[in-house]
Antibody, heavy 121, light 107 residues
Framework: QVQLVQSGSELKKPGASVKVSCKAS????????LNWVRQAPGQGLVWMGW????????TYAQDFTGRFVFSLDTSVTTAYLQISNLKPEDTAVYYC??????????????WGQGTLVTVSS | DIQLTQSPSFLSTSLGDRVTVTCRAS??????LAWYQQKPGKAPKLLIY???TLQSGVPSRFSGSGSGTEFTLTISSLQPEDFATYYC?????????FGQGTKVDIK
């Protein structure tokens, strides 16, 4: 079945970097774009941007430029989110989600299970 | 950027109730709207896309309607497993944006 499986929780100190992975299976990886979505504790969903899995070209939302990098390794059907110079306010669950227009409308489906990144000294 | 405003933000309801959540867009988005359900500690789950198309496997008590700037999600008869937070999302333009969420809780 189509699924996205993310890497496990991370505990990092301020100023460190983290790399979250999102492994896709059950479909042709390069056919569907992948998005990253952040959810801070007790807060709503915030779209961070997306990556074209065919070309590798990333697009970042305005609040996620500079310290955030989306990348791919198509040989292992995996997308990555790297965050550098971590700040306590980066503490959140990070989700990957596939963009699909199957069935005649755009949607994010499926989603990964989420990766909790905690930034604390 | 297109802003999505959900109302209400919090809904206290009872089993069997009919529930309606509204999502208003700051500009027209045609029918490019999806609804998601999120339970605590879980990833969002797609319920409806293209404003009114029920995702495969989602119970028929869920329905969506609207186009342009005003949309609704309706649960015809609330079941125990429906207590959750619901988000709308526009996929008409970038950046993709979500509503702030509506938490459906037990009265």
């Amino acid at each position: 079945q189509v699924q996205l499986v993310q890497s496990g929780s991370e505990l990092k100190k301020p100023g460190a970097s983290v790399k979250v992975s999102c492994k896709a299976s059950g479909y042709t990886f390069t056919t569907y774009a992948l998005n990253w979505v952040r959810q801070a504790p007790g807060q709503g969903l915030v779209w961070m941007g997306w990556i074209n899995t065919d070309t590798g070209n990333p697009t970042y939302a305005q609040d996620f430029t500079g310290r955030f990098v989306f990348s791919l390794d198509t040989s292992v059907t995996t997308a990555y989110l790297q965050i550098s110079n971590l700040k306590p306010e980066d503490t959140a669950v990070y989700y990957c989600a596939r963009t699909s227009s199957d069935g005649g409308g755009w949607k994010f489906d499926p989603w990964g299970q989420g990766t909790l990144v905690t930034v604390s000294s | 950027d297109i802003q999505l405003t959900q109302s209400p933000s919090f809904l206290s309801t009872s089993l069997g109730d009919r529930v309606t959540v509204t999502c208003r867009a700051s500009q027209g988005i045609s029918s490019d709207l999806a609804w998601y359900q999120q339970k605590p500690g879980k990833a969002p789950k797609l319920l409806i896309y293209a404003a009114s198309t029920l995702q495969s496997g989602v119970p028929s008590r869920f329905s969506g309607s609207g186009s342009g700037t005003e949309f609704t999600l309706t649960i015809s008869s609330l079941q125990p497993e429906d207590f959750a937070t619901y988000y709308c999302q526009q996929l008409n333009s970038y950046p993709r944006t979500f509503g702030q969420g509506t938490k459906v809780d037990i009265k």
